[in-house]
């Protein structure tokens, strides 16, 4: 028989939507008639943004005449939507890149995930705790982890808790990591770091050697203005930084799939001959090869975001969500419920009440409210004791998920 990638087989056997989508599944069978508010998967429910309909109209069109048609595009995305990303994501914020420090790609999900194609296998990776878990996942697969210990931490991973009693700011790491993936705003727990805690990062990454993988997925989601939209905001972390995004939960392209990375080209890292290499050079072989470039279709609807119309679009979409993320928020403190996020980002963290597990706190809500969220274990042992709710439903469901749970009290 074929011998299988033995790290995947250390991997634990559900991703842990999986596993929530069976739970809500079986809870269904056994009452078909439950009318559940979905709170749990951090999926979009907003309809696409008008101007992105309009230019894949346009750009379906443009497939079907000769003269217009797009194959195979550039790998790296084309210049068109790079220059609008450059301008509208970066110059307008002071902060310079070159379009062809830009890679646009089919989502944020693959980007974190493949990065770790062009590091070491050797490579010593820290991650906050709670976190994303494709960071974990993907490091398991590709053999950084070690082995998993009765933690429920793997061996050769360094997890940064971010709990009540750090105020959910991860302390910086003691076990000198080569790679350091920070998500901010943060998905799970909602919080975002300021300037002064994110510049302590790369001042860090920078005495340390350390690389910084940056998703900040939900940047379009930051109120407060000491708060950096991007990591490239802080001096110096052109040379210790790559920045991940994603048009998902901005624009509603969670179905449509588009996002980019930026990689600057001061990054260096070295070989095992000793000799230095661009990291921006070594992404681009990596994508050439394994990539054939996100649709022309795509890209175009990408590109209409970043018009005034587009721009006006997206921010109704996100005072719509973060409406919600309001409700929530005065909901649970009303019930009595503590809870952190939703100021910077659609997530709203809280802590289980009565001191339940994170299951237990899932079953308990589906069961006697009919709201489903996601247990804050799942993200990692610090999570244990919390559960996530998000803001993507729709303002009616927000309402009545909080009167649904206003029992609990
Ligand atoms: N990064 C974070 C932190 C996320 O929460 C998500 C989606 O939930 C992604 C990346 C994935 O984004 P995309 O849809 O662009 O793959």
């Given amino acids: 028989m074929i011998r299988i990638n033995d790290n995947f087989h250390r991997l634990s056997p559900t991703y842990l939507f999986t596993e929530v989508a069976r739970r809500l599944k079986a809870y269904k069978e056994a009452h078909p008639d439950a009318d559940i508010i979905r709170m749990g998967i951090g999926d979009v429910t907003c309809p696409i943004c008008p101007v992105a309909v309009e230019a894949m109209k346009k750009a379906a069109d443009d497939q079907t005449h000769a003269a217009t048609f797009h194959g195979y595009g550039p790998e790296q995305g084309y210049a068109w939507l790079r220059k609008a990303i450059a301008d509208g994501d970066y110059r307008q914020r002071g902060v310079e890149i070159d379009i062809d420090e830009i890679f646009v790609s089919d989502g944020a999900k693959s980007d974190t995930g493949n990065i770790g194609d062009i590091l070491s296998t050797d490579c010593r990776v820290a991650v906050t705790d709670p976190v994303y878990p494709v960071y974990v996942d993907t490091n398991v697969m590709a053999g950084r982890a070690g082995h998993m210990t009765d933690t429920g931490q793997w061996s050769h991973i360094e997890y940064l808790p971010c709990t009540a009693a750090n105020d959910f700011i991860p302390s910086l790491p003691t076990r000198h990591p080569d790679v350091i993936y920070l998500c901010y705003p943060n998905n799970p727990t909602g919080t975002a770091l300021t300037r002064d805690e994110l510049s302590r990062w790369v001042d860090y990454a920078r005495r340390n050697g350390s690389l910084i993988l940056f998703d900040s997925a939900y940047e379009a989601y930051i109120t407060r203005p000491d708060v950096p939209h991007s990591i490239y905001e802080i001096e110096g972390a052109r040379e210790v930084a790559i920045e991940f995004r994603s048009f998902s939960k901005t624009a509603g392209f969670t179905g449509l799939r588009c996002g980019y990375t930026v990689v600057p080209r001061e990054l260096k ?141």
């Fill in 269 to 409: 890292g070295v070989a095992d001959d000793g000799t230095e290499i661009s990291l921006n050079a070594l992404w681009l072989r990596r994508q050439s090869t394994k990539f054939n470039g996100a649709s022309y279709i795509i890209q175009r609807a990408a590109e209409a975001l970043y018009t005034p119309e587009g721009r006006r679009q997206v921010a109704d979409t996100i005072a719509y969500y973060m409406r919600n993320a309001a409700v929530l928020r005065d909901g649970l403190a009303s019930i009595g419920i503590e809870a952190r996020g939703g100021i910077d980002a659609p997530y709203i963290w809280l802590r289980t009440p009565d001191g339940l597990s994170s299951w237990e706190f899932f079953d308990l809500l589906l069961d006697r409210c009919r709201v489903a969220g996601t247990p804050g274990c799942g993200f990692g042992p610090s999570g244990e004791g919390y559960f996530r709710l998000t803001a993507f439903s729709s303002y009616e469901d927000t309402l009545r998920a909080v009167e649904r749970m206003r029992p609990l009290k």
